[in-house]
């Protein structure tokens, strides 16, 4: 085949050219290489073959020559290696031949002895094949055992599992799968049922999550509900540890202590600078078993779910959510019932609940790392002082009863202290209560304007009567009175100058003050605090109410001049009285009137604008009365004579205004102060009432509807101006000087002179002098009398 291959290459090949000695040589050297690289490469032919006749032309046809030199120079060595061996092989195969009689023979011995030895093994190979058998099987079961060994723990763990989800043992069981994934299953995992494992306890633990976020809700619902237990509690003994400090305060001037047994949550309180400690267990001479949070509450599902969703790692979700809820929690404790106004217990249980969240927060914030902050507590703390301040000043300002304003205060102040006992501030609450105040006093000036206004409508308006030493010392152990003459007097009955309403009034204003000190109680204000906010108070009550119901008792109606007379007195008594009220203040307050910001009583400003106002009042109806007998004049203007007497009308006036001035002339005159105050009533009144009384019968000649008027009617006039004078110069009012009363008519009296005398000419030649006779007559008035005297 290489032979006919050389061949068709050969003949394909053109006849090379002739070449020198040296490229012979060359030529030679590189068919030399290629006859190497074809002989030990087993390369395609065509890259040796291109390279061959790319190098020179015709170089195909040398190339050829020296490919059948060297073919026959390699049959000539074959044909002496094939000669060389050929004997040897002869003689081989001979030998073949001789040992192939041997091999048949050897052949049918082993094969005789394979028959019996496989006849032989035949029942050892099965009893071997059963070895085999229990071998492997026994191999197996110690597989097996050693497999189940290392299942059985996880089956074990896992069964823990189920029981302590059923046991509702959260914590333990999400421990439990911690182990499980970590050590456990991963040396069995390529089990199916290790898989289904793993599988699942991610579900498990979504339904652990689930599971305990239900007890939260529950948890959170039921503390909601028992809030108000909860501050129920810590506010009734916060009152017990405000009293127990009262009696700690009396007991330390002895050196008696008894220590207390204040604790809702286990921790130490320090309220007003006295450190309450805790209690281990050795008070055994305590009056009552101590209450804490965890009595009212049980915290274990939030302590539960803290450390389950901690242990999932999702533990800020949980404080978050929890965190959320208290916050809607705390707005709805935070919103009051519509009534909560009517009645002390709508406040108690307001308080109730606010106080039992925070302690419950407060509880949590010490129980817990982290679930909640100080700054947190705080937030909420702000948000809800601010909601209570507004609900309190909203809800306060219905109030109308000072009993439930003063219990609200009471409300607030142990409110205020449980909270504080607790670590939140509690300032805004204090300063809330002054305002609480300012309305616990609107209520009270409105409860006293009523007794007040009772007492003046049940008074007599007369002197006290006492028939016995018993009563007089019953009425000057109510009032301050005190009264040389009367109590010179040994013998009974007497009257004392006030009536029944001064000393009525003098204990009520004091009953006021105790009812305004009642609010200043626990308010952790200086007695300098409480002393001026009682003399404000009772300064309100006494310029205010005391005052505007005196004004509105003057002004009545079926008030009259004698009743109005008493007023005076009985204002001049409670004005005296006022330096006993504020010695009063100072007895309770501890509080010297010297000091120098003590408010003063106002009493004596009141008690005089009453007193001007009631003889403003006497003048006014004494004019109103004179304005009524005047109505009743029935003059005829047009008579011919007079009738030689008075008339009737103003007789009648003259007799009243003697009757009514008699009542201040039998005011009691044993006190200096009371005559002096009645004889000064009694000149004014009497002086007002002459001067109206002769401007209202000179308006009567004056009037426009007065056209004529005759010397008969100015006669009859005369007679009645004649009486009118008569009574100035009788002294029914004594004190006056001289004709200082008569003076009030002088006007009409030179206006009458004049006309009865006709004295025209003196009139008009004296004109403007001051040595006139008619010098209080009025041209004009003169003028228009005498015309209507021409026209009668």
């Not at 507590?377 to 948000?383: A, P, S």
Request: aromatic share 8%; charged share 25%.
């Amino acid at each position: 085949m290489r032979d006919m291959s050389v061949d068709r290459v050969h003949a394909a090949l053109p006849d090379p050219p002739l070449q020198s000695e040296e490229e012979n040589r060359e030529e030679e050297k590189a068919f030399g290489n290629a006859f190497a690289e074809l002989e030990s490469v087993d390369l395609p032919l065509g890259t040796t073959l291109r390279s061959i006749y790319d190098d020179q032309p015709n170089a195909h046809k040398r190339f050829m020559e020296k490919l059948d030199a060297r073919i026959r120079n390699h049959d000539r060595e074959i044909e002496k290696m094939c000669n060389f061996h050929h004997q040897g092989f002869v003689d081989a195969i001979t030998e073949l031949l001789k040992v192939r009689a041997d091999a048949e023979k050897l052949m049918g011995q082993v094969t005789d002895t394979n028959r019996r030895l496989q006849e032989a093994g035949r029942e050892v190979t099965a009893q071997t094949e059963e070895v085999i058998r229990c071998r492997i099987q026994q191999r197996n079961m110690a597989t097996t055992v050693e497999k189940l060994q290392l299942c059985i723990p996880v089956l074990e763990m896992y069964s823990k599992l189920k029981e302590q989800l059923e046991s509702k043992r959260y914590y333990a069981a999400l421990k439990t799968m911690e182990q499980l994934e970590k050590v456990y299953i991963p040396r069995v995992s390529h089990y199916r049922f290790c898989q289904i494992m793993a599988e699942n306890l991610p579900r498990l633990r979504e339904e652990i999550k689930e599971i305990s976020m239900s007890d939260l809700k529950d948890f959170l619902e039921s503390i909601r509900k028992h809030s108000d237990k909860v501050g129920e509690t810590a506010m009734r003994q916060a009152q017990q540890h405000r009293t127990f400090n009262s009696a700690v305060a009396k007991q330390a001037s002895t050196g008696h202590y008894t220590k207390p047994m204040y604790s809702l949550n286990g921790r130490t309180h320090t309220h007003n600078g006295l450190m309450i400690e805790e209690d281990s267990g050795e008070e055994e001479e305590a009056d009552e078993e101590v209450l804490t949070a965890q009595d009212l509450v049980d915290f274990s599902p939030v302590y539960r779910c803290l450390h389950i969703y901690t242990v999932l790692g999702d533990r800020e979700t949980f404080e978050n959510y929890y965190r959320k809820q208290r916050k809607k929690q705390a707005r709805l404790v935070l919103q009051p019932q519509a009534n909560m106004h009517e009645t002390v217990e709508g406040y108690r249980r307001y308080f109730n609940q606010i106080v039992g969240f925070f302690v419950v927060e407060d509880h949590i914030l010490h129980a817990t790392q982290g679930l909640v902050t100080r700054a947190f507590t705080d937030e909420l703390w702000n948000m809800a002082l601010s909601k209570i301040i507004a609900v309190l000043r909203t809800h306060s300002s219905y109030c109308e009863d000072p009993d439930l304003v003063l219990e609200l205060k009471n409300l607030i102040v142990i409110f205020a202290d449980t909270l504080q006992g607790y670590g939140f501030p509690v300032n805004r609450l204090f300063d809330l209560l002054f305002e609480v105040r300012d309305q616990y006093n609107e209520t009270l000036l409105k409860k006293w304007a009523l007794v007040f206004r009772e007492i003046f409508e049940l008074d007599n308006y007369s002197p006290i009567p006492v028939e016995t030493e018993e009563e007089y010392k019953h009425v000057v152990s109510r009032f301050p009175f005190h009264d040389t003459e009367i109590e010179k007097q040994q013998d009974f009955p007497k009257k004392l100058p006030m009536s029944q309403s001064v000393p009525q009034i003098y204990t009520q204003v004091k009953e006021f003050i105790y009812a305004s000190l009642k609010f200043s109680e626990s308010l952790h204000r200086s007695s300098t605090e409480i002393d001026d906010m009682l003399r404000k108070s009772t300064n309100l009550l006494l310029t205010r109410t005391l005052s505007s119901c005196l004004q509105n008792l003057i002004k009545k109606p079926h008030i009259g001049l004698t009743e109005l007379v008493q007023i005076i007195i009985n204002t001049t008594h409670l004005e005296q009285a006022c330096r006993y009220l504020e010695e009063f203040i100072t007895n309770i307050t501890n509080v010297s009137p010297e000091t120098v910001h003590t408010t003063r009583l106002y009493g004596l400003s009141t008690f005089k604008d009453a007193r001007h106002a009631a003889e403003g009042e006497i003048y006014t109806k004494l004019n109103q009365k004179i304005d009524e007998f005047i109505q009743l004049a029935d003059y005829e203007w047009g008579m011919a004579e007079s009738d030689g007497r008075a008339s009737g009308y103003l007789m009648d006036l003259i007799n009243f205004l003697r009757s009514t001035f008699q009542v201040f002339t039998h005011l009691p005159n044993n006190n200096n102060d009371h005559a002096s105050m009645s004889g000064k009533v009694a000149q004014t009144a009497c002086m007002s009432a002459c001067k109206h009384l002769s401007t209202s019968l000179m308006q009567m000649l004056l009037d426009t509807e007065l056209k004529q008027i005759s010397m008969g009617a100015i006669q009859q006039f005369n007679l009645d101006v004649i009486q009118c004078e008569l009574f100035a110069s009788s002294e029914p009012v004594p004190g006056f000087q001289g004709d200082t009363l008569q003076l009030a008519f002088i006007d009409l009296r030179q206006l009458l002179d004049l006309f009865m005398v006709w004295d025209w000419s003196t009139y008009l030649a004296d004109y403007g002098q001051p040595t006139s006779k008619y010098l209080r007559v009025n041209p004009a008035t003169a003028l228009a009398l005498l015309e209507k005297v021409y026209r009668g």
